[in-house]
Structures are given as structure tokens and as C-alpha cells.
């Protein structure tokens, strides 16, 4: 039984995931619903898109806390520039990304601590956002909104995009030849870099594409919202890195998971909503979140018992 | 000269010195004084969280605890609750306190521990249940520190605040119980080497076990302090130390690999990064340009004591 749970980790968060929905639809039946399932998993694609974007920076044994801030600074660009004057927008955008790539650069070939680096950068990001936006408005392009909102048959929006998303970074990271080197680094970056790559370049490339991914995130999040504001999405920081976690992922090694990622990140989108569905009072909803994830985290025992009494 | 350069703390401690020349050139030097006295007043907050952030840090990679707000939150609001502003409970205060630390400690690890989970996530989700705890008891009121209390917090002996001899202290006792104290030792072995520790005979998992038990004690101090020092609990006090708490440690030389820590250089610090804010409020820059500039000068130092440690 441990065995086959070690083998096939992604068990563990499509088990997490069921279990709630299941709460869920048992506390409030009328969910069960095309339009309730929408109202369920309606943030869970910009939290889906930042745990993908943070996946990233994991895969190569860094983490990233700058990542909340980030997208914060998406959103306000894209419901300022990006909605004004377009090209501008997307060539800040694309600046933003190549920063990101930057940084991953920066921090392996100087051999600094991520954790540090991307700090400070939380506060330059933090910072940038106020300029940007000074105060909460702005307004998202048109057809961000349409895109966002869309209504495609059989299944929500929500729950279309997090297939497309766990669908695109699966084959990105698990099944194509780059994504198996990218891993590599996470795994042992010596031998990567003794096979003849350059652990530099692969660095900046999982950063650039976390940064693409936070952009992405971003974007979502104000096609939603339809504005912005320079703190929107500060938790998105924490909630990635638990995402992370909560879909198998791994602080070192390597060792990710697109798929549990993405289901990682809409348990924690349904935790809120379930929370909100107990009628509990609001004085408990955060406490109750994080006892949510310990529960769901405890979980995880079961697959770790097994891995310490083989390795 | 060269010996003092060499040191990690001396860069904390240049640029510290460095920006309070800057900020008090501004004012023709007539503000200095009251300019020391605001980053020794501020700064003996960050330095103290600092403190108890570098012994977790000092364990190695993935050891952090991102719980510090929520603790000196809830330390704060439950110790003026037991306090209720009445006169001559200080010391009352400081035990709930000291026990909100224990108990938060105790809770962090054993989540570390008997979960096994990742520092970084169990110290995160246990920060929620103790940040619903503050809102649940707080409930909004703003319940004043009893006045002794609030004056010894706010006050001075000998032009020095109280809070900053307080941290002084603090900062003595961690500095002898890392240097010369068997514990200090254990506690560096653990983080250069866990596996080493262990087969060496040290009792690695009680020396983690008392190191996130020192962080949640200290960040509870800082809280009660904090809380007596401004005039009551806010449920948002806690929330600009956690970045301060990982900042300090580490622009005050403590390696984040571990194993290396670095007490005088969390006070240098805790006082610069304080008086970048001032420097840069006093030139006028907006919020956003002094974020900026904080986070650049951040990763400023972090690059240059990096090619330092290269070049050596």
C-alpha cells in the first residue's frame, strides 16, 4: 500500500481535493452546479498560474518570495498600460519577464542565496507596483475580461483553464527533453552542467518561465477583478508555495509536479470557498485555512514513512 | 584594521554608519541625535526577531520561521488582555507573553517534527491558526498598557532607550549562549552538518527542537514590547517583520546555508535597515522609490559581501 502511494504521489492531492469537494457539495448542494462549481474555482486560475510560476523556481532548488509582489505588479501594469496603450504594455510585460530570467542568471552565477535575493526584490516590485498604481483602480482590456469570463459548454471556465494549464507544463516539464534538464538541476546541478549544458542558461529559463507563468498569473487575476491594486495579490506568495507543496512537490531535488500543482492550488482556492459555506465565523476563516492544510499535509506521512524506510 | 574589515558584521555596521552620516548631513547634524535615538528605538525590534530568526536560520537550508508575525501578534493582544491597563502587572504580562512563545514554539515544531513537514510550510500554516486566535481575542478593541509599563517601554536611562538596552541584552545572552555554551556549539554543528551532528552524539532534534522554541520566545518579547511601546495591540503589528526578520539576519553576515551566525551583525542590521527609510524619507522619496531603492540596496549587499567571501 505505501509502496504504491509512494509511486503514484499524485494520489495524495487528487485525494485532498475530492474529499473537499465532497464537503462541499454536502454542505451546499446547489453547488453541484455549472454556475456554482464557476463561482467555486473563480480565483483559482491566477493562484493556479502563480503555483505553476513558483513550481518553477522550486524545480531548480530555489524558492521564490517575491512572487506575490510580482504579480501584484502584473495586475496594476496590465489594468494601467496594458489597457491604454497596448504596445507599451506588452513590451513592459515582456521587460518584467526578462528581469526574472535575469535574476535566475544573476543568482547562480554569483551564488547567492535565492531566498535573499528574491526578497529584496519583493520590495522592488512592491515598489514599482505603487508607482504604477497609487492607488487601487485602473481597468482591465476588454477582451481579457471576455476571455475570462468566457462560458465554454459542458465545463467552466475555471475548471477548462486549470486542465489547459496542468495539461501545457505537464508535457513542458515532465515529458519534453528541457524540462527533464531543468529537473536535473534541482536534482544534482553538477552533473547537468558535467553533461555539457549551461547551468547559467538553465537557470535563467526556469526563472524566465516562472516569470512568464507570474504574468500570466497576473493577467488572470485582473481579467477577473477588472482592476487593480498595488497589494492584490501579496498572499499569492504563500498560497504558491503551500500549492506547491500540497501537489507532492518538493523543496529540493528536483522533485515537482505540474499536475499536483495546479490541484494543489485549486484545494486551496475550494478551502476558502468551503470555509465561507460553514458559516464560520470570520474570526476563524484564516485559522481554518491553515488547519486545512496541516490535515491535508498529514496526509503526505503516509508517502514520506514509506521513502525514509527505503532510502 | 584589517582583521575588523574581514569580519561579517562589519559590513552591516559600515553601512549602517554610512547612512547615518548621509541622513544627519542633511540636517547640518542638529537632527542626529534624535536620529540615533529613533534607530535605536526602532531598530532593537528588528534586532530582537532578528535574533531568534538567525538561530532557526543558523540550523541550514529550509529552516525559517514565517510564523514571527502572527506570534508577536497574538503575544502582543493576549498579554495586554491579561494585563487589562491595570498597574503593576508588567510582570504578568511578560509571563503570558513568554508562555504564547513557548506554547507557539512547542506547536512549530511539533508540526516539524511529528508531521515532518517543511519548516517554511509548518511554520506557515500554523502563523494562520495563531493570527485567527489574535482576531478572535482582540475582537478590535485597543486595550491601553498599564502607564508604568508604557513608560518603561517608551522611555530612556542615561539618553539610551529602554527598548534598545532591552535588546542589548537579549542580544548579550544569545551572542554567549551561541559562543560559549555547549548548546551554541551543537547548534552549529547542526547546521553545517545534520547527519555529522547526529552521528557525533549531538541531540540534534532537541537542539532544533530549543531553537524554534527561541524564535517564538523572542518574537513574543518583541511583541509585548512593541505592543507596550505604541499604545496597544494592532492585528497588523506583527506583519512588517517577518521580511525585516530574514533581512537582518542576513545583511548582518549570518550565512542562509547555515551553520555560521552572526550576533553583532543582526543589531548593525536592524539599525541600517531603519535608517535607509529615514535616509530616504529625508530626501523626500515617495513610497514606492524608497520600496525600490530598500530592496536594490538589499540585494546590494548581499552581492557585495558574496565577492567578498569569493575573493577570500
Excluded at chain 1, 505588479?73 to 496590465?78: F, Q, S
Excluded at chain 2, 569580519?7 to 554610512?18: D, I, K, Q, Y
Aim: one cysteine or more.
Amino acid at each position: 500500500m505505501g509502496q504504491f502511494l509512494s509511486r503514484h504521489r499524485i494520489l495524495l492531492p487528487v485525494f485532498s481535493l475530492a474529499v473537499l469537494l465532497a464537503a462541499t457539495f454536502y454542505m451546499q448542494p446547489r453547488a453541484m452546479s455549472y454556475f456554482g462549481i464557476n463561482l467555486l474555482f473563480n480565483l483559482a486560475v491566477p493562484i493556479a498560474l502563480a503555483t505553476v510560476a513558483q513550481m518553477m523556481i522550486m524545480m531548480v532548488n530555489d524558492i521564490d518570495l517575491s512572487l506575490g509582489t510580482f504579480v501584484s505588479l502584473v495586475a496594476c501594469v496590465t489594468a494601467t498600460f496594458l489597457n491604454d496603450s497596448p504596445l507599451l504594455g506588452v513590451l513592459i510585460l515582456a521587460a518584467l519577464i526578462l528581469t526574472y530570467a535575469g535574476m535566475g542568471a544573476v543568482i547562480h552565477a554569483l551564488d547567492l542565496p535565492a531566498i535573499v535575493v528574491t526578497l529584496g526584490m519583493s520590495f522592488v516590485w512592491g515598489g514599482l507596483a505603487l508607482f504604477v498604481l497609487p492607488s487601487p483602480g485602473g481597468t482591465s482590456p476588454g477582451w481579457l475580461r471576455a476571455l475570462m469570463t468566457v462560458k465554454p459548454p459542458l465545463m467552466p471556465m475555471a475548471v477548462v483553464a486549470s486542465i489547459l494549464i496542468a495539461l501545457v507544463t505537464h508535457f513542458l516539464i515532465i515529458r519534453s527533453g528541457i524540462g527533464t534538464v531543468l529537473r536535473g538541476v534541482g536534482g544534482n546541478a553538477r552533473s547537468v552542467a558535467r553533461a555539457g549544458w549551461s547551468v547559467v542558461r538553465l537557470k535563467a529559463l526556469a526563472y524566465g518561465l516562472s516569470g512568464l507563468f507570474g504574468v500570466l498569473s497576473g493577467m488572470a487575476l485582473v481579467g477577473l477583478t477588472t482592476s487593480a491594486d498595488a497589494n492584490i495579490a501579496l498572499r499569492y506568495t504563500l498560497l504558491s508555495i503551500a500549492g506547491v507543496i500540497l501537489g507532492g512537490g518538493e523543496f529540493i531535488g528536483g522533485k515537482v509536479s505540474p499536475v499536483g500543482a495546479v490541484i494543489g492550488a485549486l484545494t486551496l482556492a475550494l478551502a476558502a470557498s468551503f470555509l465561507s459555506f460553514m458559516r464560520l465565523s470570520p474570526d476563524w476563516q484564516i485559522g481554518a485555512q491553515g488547519a486545512i492544510l496541516i490535515l491535508v499535509l498529514t496526509a503526505r506521512l503516509i508517502f514520506a514513512r514509506r521513502e525514509n524506510a527505503t532510502g | 584594521m584589517e582583521k575588523i574589515i574581514s569580519r561579517p558584521w562589519s559590513w552591516s555596521w559600515l553601512a549602517a554608519a554610512l547612512t547615518f552620516a548621509i541622513t544627519s548631513a542633511l540636517t547640518d547634524g542638529s537632527g542626529a541625535g534624535a536620529l540615533a535615538y529613533a534607530a535605536l528605538s526602532f531598530g532593537a525590534f528588528a534586532a530582537i526577531v532578528g535574533l531568534g530568526q538567525m538561530i532557526v536560520i543558523t540550523l541550514g537550508p529550509g529552516n525559517v520561521d514565517l510564523s514571527i508575525p502572527a506570534v508577536m501578534t497574538l503575544s502582543g493582544t493576549l498579554a495586554l488582555k491579561a494585563m487589562g491597563s491595570e498597574p503593576g502587572t508588567a510582570m504578568l504580562g511578560l509571563g503570558v507573553a513568554v508562555l504564547v512563545g513557548l506554547g507557539t514554539g512547542a506547536a512549530n515544531f511539533a508540526l516539524i517534527y511529528a508531521l515532518r513537514l517543511p519548516p517554511i510550510v509548518a511554520t506557515l500554516a500554523a502563523s494562520l491558526v495563531y493570527q485567527s486566535i489574535a482576531i478572535w481575542s482582540n475582537r478590535g478593541l485597543r486595550i491601553k498598557p498599564p502607564a508604568g509599563l508604557a513608560d518603561f517601554a517608551t522611555g530612556r536611562v542615561l539618553g539610551v532607550p529602554n527598548v534598545a538596552l532591552v535588546g542589548l541584552a537579549l542580544a548579550i545572552v544569545v551572542w554567549i549562549a551561541l559562543e560559549r555554551s555547549v548548546w551554541g556549539r551543537w547548534l552549529l554543528a547542526s547546521g553545517q552538518n545534520l547527519r555529522a551532528a547526529r552521528l557525533a552524539g549531538v541531540p540534534v532534534e532537541t537542539v532544533r527542537a530549543s531553537a524554534y522554541v527561541t524564535v517564538t520566545v523572542l518574537a513574543s518579547v518583541a511583541g509585548y514590547l512593541l505592543a507596550s511601546f505604541s499604545g496597544g495591540a494592532a492585528l497588523n503589528m506583527g506583519q512588517d517583520y517577518l521580511l525585516m526578520s530574514i533581512a537582518v539576519v542576513v545583511i548582518g553576515g549570518t550565512s542562509i546555508a547555515g551553520g555560521l551566525s552572526n550576533v553583532p551583525g543582526v543589531w548593525g542590521a536592524a539599525l541600517f535597515m531603519f535608517l535607509v527609510v529615514s535616509m530616504l524619507n529625508s530626501y523626500g522619496a515617495g513610497a514606492g522609490v524608497r520600496m525600490v531603492l530598500t530592496g536594490l540596496i538589499i540585494i546590494g549587499i548581499v552581492i557585495a559581501a558574496s565577492t567578498k567571501r569569493a575573493r577570500k
